[in-house]
């Protein structure tokens, strides 16, 4: 029970959070994204669970920085299951994550979160996070 490292076999659950943050259809390639990301060394793929069943995880990545001491953490995905939130699963999986930052030189912890994500946005504000109005993204050939 709680959080653990993610393993191969829980894509199904981790293809069905992702469907219920907006992104279907994973079931295809998921097993190799979650292959790829834990073997990579600056990532974290994390597991909340109850009575073995998953019910919410994280991605988080590590990037070091070049121009300041200090590294950042990127949460790429975090779904907790919507049968089940505003329990404090969310708090302890960010909360342990804020620990593996700091221990990992990070000074700061970043997230993108979209606009309609709204109970989101709150409970990221509640966890300190502030919001940081300039976001680029330029999509690349569905392909990639």
């Known amino acids: 029970m709680g959080i653990r490292k993610a393993k ?40 909340y669970e109850e009575d073995e069943k998953v019910l919410a995880f994280i991605s988080l990545h590590f990037i070091p920085q070049l121009a300041v001491k200090g590294d950042f953490a990127r949460i790429s995905y975090f779904a907790v299951n919507t049968t089940i939130r505003s329990k404090g699963i969310g708090r302890k999986i960010e909360e342990y994550c804020t620990d593996l930052a700091k221990k990992r030189n990070c000074d700061r912890i970043e997230v993108h979160c979209h606009s309609r994500r709204v109970d989101a946005h709150r409970f990221y504000t509640r966890q300190g996070f502030t919001e940081s109005p300039k976001y680029f993204m330029k999509m690349m050939n569905e392909s990639v």
């Open 8 to 47: 191969v076999d829980d894509w199904k659950a981790l293809s069905e959070l992702l469907n219920q943050l907006g992104y279907p259809n994973t079931e295809t390639f998921i097993k190799e994204k979650i292959e790829k990301l834990l073997i990579h060394p600056d990532e974290e793929l994390l597991i």
